[in-house]
């Protein structure tokens, strides 16, 4: 089965730049999205079609997409931007995929 | 604006059957372009798809758990249920239903419920 693999953790100072990573085989023909989901919290979408960003987010959230490998990343972070951040996309069948997480500590 | 909301039991007992009611508002499932998918997360671990469904009324499921899974809608309603069969403790989670938007490179989530926590348990 398609996966999407993320590292399992990341972690920063305030004000730096943390750049989580997500692979996946079909990457290169389908897009990439990213939700934040902060403990107790139904996740919410911070990156859809790669590198677009949805009304409310910070514009320090961005996204690109090269090859098998997708990349979030938070131009200075903040400590209210802990939290799990999963990577999704869909395979050449049309099924939905989420990554396994990568827990984000700002400290 | 677009909210939803999951319902059902909270708990159930292995070999049941579960049923959860996703409730909707702020879009139609006639909708050409729109949809409805279901997620769980076990607790502390990773979200994983189970089912969607489509505003035509094509289903998809995760093939891991389709033989288990149902889903269906009701457009006057606005409510989309999922059945999961021969429930067992491994299935312990929070199940969300969400919005999806399906676009040519495939489709996404964009508003989700706040989730229900089923327990599965004798």
């Known amino acids: 089965s398609y996966e999407l693999t993320q590292p399992p953790s990341v972690s920063v100072s305030p004000g730096q730049t943390a750049r989580i990573t997500c692979s996946g085989d079909?990457?290169?023909?389908?897009?990439a999205y990213w939700y934040q989901q902060k403990s107790g919290q139904a996740p919410v979408l911070v990156i859809y079609?790669?590198?677009k960003r949805p009304s409310g987010i910070p514009e320090r959230f961005s996204g690109s997409s090269s090859g098998t490998m997708a990349t979030l990343t938070i131009s200075g972070a903040q400590v209210e931007d802990e939290a799990d951040y999963y990577c999704?996309?869909?395979?050449?069948?049309?099924?939905?995929?989420f990554g396994g997480g990568t827990q984000l500590t700002v400290l | 604006q677009i909210t939803l909301k999951e319902s059902g039991p909270t708990l159930v007992k292995p070999t049941q059957t579960l049923t959860l009611t996703c409730t909707f508002s702020?879009?139609?499932?006639?909708?050409?372009?729109?949809?409805v998918g279901w997620i769980r997360q076990p607790p502390g671990k990773a979200l994983e798809w189970l089912a969607l469904?489509?505003?035509?009324?094509?289903?998809r499921y995760s093939p891991s758990l389709k033989s288990r899974l149902t889903i269906t809608k009701d457009t006057s309603k606005n409510q989309v249920v999922l059945t999961m069969t021969n429930m067992d403790p491994v299935d312990t989670a929070t199940y969300y239903c969400?919005?999806?938007?399906?676009?040519?490179?495939?489709?996404?989530?964009?508003?989700w419920g706040q989730g229900t926590l089923v327990t599965v348990s004798s």
């Open positions: 969400a919005h999806f938007l399906y676009s040519s490179k495939g489709y996404y989530f964009d508003y």
């Open positions: 702020g879009f139609s499932l006639s909708t050409s372009g729109v949809g």
């Open positions: 469904i489509y505003w035509d009324d094509d289903k």
């Open positions: 079909a990457l290169p023909k389908k897009y």
């Open positions: 079609e790669d590198s």
């Open positions: 999704y996309s869909t395979d050449s069948s049309g099924n939905a995929v």
